[in-house]
């Protein structure tokens, strides 16, 4: 057969999961999420073979979403912060077991045993001065307006104890590099990622001035200028975020310049090519020399408790080798960078929508299982969402459990199917059923349609798969709407949404989500 030796090569030449293309999967994705434009680029190291817009980057001009259109790139820019402190640890600059008071002044006397290390690990106890009441995104701080915000003499946790991802860890953090280096962060960053890397479509928030965007207003609402300046020729262009309510769309302002608010922690714009082109960097010895330094921040780290985390500088771990994820929802922006590192896969996914509060884990996923089908683990996405957890089987189940009792809503049984099967000699990896919910949604759907009550209460599988992965299934509700004659959508969805929520929130350690 011609072009049969396509078949033998990495991955699939048709770039299809479960007999759906890619843009397929990613069409019905954002009609189902409402998402008005995505970037979606694809690393099969060394080659970034797939580099692709959808939609538009803003509802009102409706440009089209082109391979360097900018994105802000949310939580992924803790990636740049990262590199930026393990150079000058290379340089011998600083040691991440530094406090951080040998750095910074006038701090908390709380403070000063925190080491960076533990800013990095988000383990510094410190609170986060993006949830304190008061903050606004669209005002412009300095950065001591943003540590003066949140009480420096209350921790959240002893340091070293726990993890809950913080910004103001990463605030600190630039912090830290300006007063080694006596530069300011963000030229320090340029000079040595963006510049050293030839990343055309990279900026900070403080840059974006510097893009030459055509005015369609000019043009009555067409493009003109490419026509007599060749840098218009399929020109770099920032996009505008969204979040929906009661099935409107309302615009969020893109965050000012020369504001410290994000500063390290979610302050810089790309193209997903870009960002595909940093990560590939990223994964060998171009950003950060060492195999030893790299591993300091890309796999599990230990709290000061020998308690072993999933995670490390807002990046996941999983038990698949080498697969590492960070993602994560900023006003107006949803965000997604996933990594199969090991030497055998070497593929990595980047999405980026104009809305917020999408989580594109699932449909990254899906991507990666048309390139590779053993990268998927999704095998009925139709029917059941299924997530990996970033925990191991134990910790999954007691982290779902509390998730469930934080709503108040009852667990009415757990089954330890591989329990029961030892009890009859058989053999049977790690699975076991929660079942839970709330009678007063199980009787209203009830009321509708008693034959329902067939499939209720809910139910959480958690399992372990043959490599030793762990993951979080249920059932899509909306099934239950074909099934039975159930006519609330909109309950439906929500208590959909909420199973979402739960599984997000027991699966990973560093959720932005919800």
């Not at 954002?30 to 694809?42: C, H, Y």
């Not at 409706?62 to 900018?70: A, G």
Request: hydrophobic share 35%; net charge negative.
């Amino acid at each position: 057969m011609r072009f049969e030796y396509l078949k033998n090569g990495r991955g699939s030449s048709k770039v299809e999961f479960m007999s759906k293309s890619i843009d397929e999967m990613i069409y019905e994705f954002m009609e189902k999420e409402g998402i008005p434009g995505l970037s979606l680029a694809i690393v099969q190291a060394p080659y970034i073979p797939r580099v692709v817009g959808y939609g538009v980057t803003d509802l009102e001009s409706k440009r089209l979403v082109s391979s360097k259109t900018i994105w802000p790139i949310g939580h992924i820019s803790q990636g740049f912060t990262v590199v930026a402190i393990m150079q000058l640890l290379e340089k011998g600059m600083l040691n991440l077991e530094d406090p951080i008071s040998k750095y910074l002044k006038n701090i908390s006397k709380k403070w000063k045993d925190i080491t960076i290390f533990q800013l990095l690990q988000h383990s510094s106890g410190i609170e986060d001065y993006m949830k304190v009441n008061s903050f606004d995104l669209q005002k412009c701080y300095s950065v001591n307006q943003l540590l003066d915000s949140i009480n420096k003499d209350n921790l959240k946790f002893e340091p070293g104890t726990d993890v809950e991802i913080s910004a103001t860890n990463f605030l600190l953090l630039t912090e830290i590099i300006e007063t080694i280096t006596h530069e300011n962060y963000e030229d320090f960053v340029k000079e040595n990622q963006i510049e050293y890397l030839g990343l055309k479509n990279t900026f900070f928030t403080s840059n974006l001035k510097e893009l030459k965007q055509d005015d369609l207003v000019l043009g009555n609402g067409l493009h003109e200028l490419f026509k007599s300046d060749k840098d218009y020729i399929n020109p770099s262009e920032t996009t505008k975020g969204y979040k929906e309510e009661n099935g409107e769309y309302i615009l969020r302002p893109n965050p000012m310049e020369k504001n410290a608010a994000g500063k390290g922690f979610s302050d810089i714009w790309a193209s997903t090519e870009n960002i595909s082109f940093w990560d590939i960097a990223l994964a060998g010895s171009i950003l950060i020399k060492k195999s030893e330094n790299r591993d300091l921040v890309y796999k599990p780290s230990k709290l000061k408790n020998k308690k072993i985390v999933p995670g490390m500088a807002g990046w996941c771990f999983f038990k698949h080798k080498g697969l590492m994820d960070i993602k994560g929802s900023i006003p107006g922006y949803s965000t997604f960078l996933s990594r199969f590192t090991d030497k055998s896969e070497l593929v990595c996914v980047t999405l980026i929508a104009n809305k917020e509060g999408i989580d594109l884990t699932e449909l990254a996923r899906k991507i990666a299982g048309a390139f590779d089908k053993n990268l998927s683990k999704i095998k009925n996405p139709e029917k059941f969402y299924t997530y990996e957890s970033s925990f191991n089987f134990q910790d999954t189940i007691e982290r779902i459990e509390k998730e469930i009792k934080n709503l108040n809503i009852p667990i009415f049984a757990k089954f330890d199917h591989s329990l029961n099967a030892k009890e009859v000699d058989l053999n049977l990896r790690e699975t076991t059923v929660i079942v839970f919910g709330s009678p007063k949604s199980g009787t209203s759907l009830m009321q509708e349609d008693q034959t329902i009550a067939i499939e209720l209460p809910l139910k959480f599988l958690i399992f372990e798969d043959e490599d030793g992965s762990i993951f979080i299934e249920f059932k899509f509700l909306e099934s239950l709407m074909e099934d039975y004659y159930i006519t609330d959508y909109k309950k439906i969805k929500n208590m959909n949404n909420l199973l979402k929520r739960i599984t997000r929130k027991a699966a990973s350690i560093y959720n932005t989500i919800d």
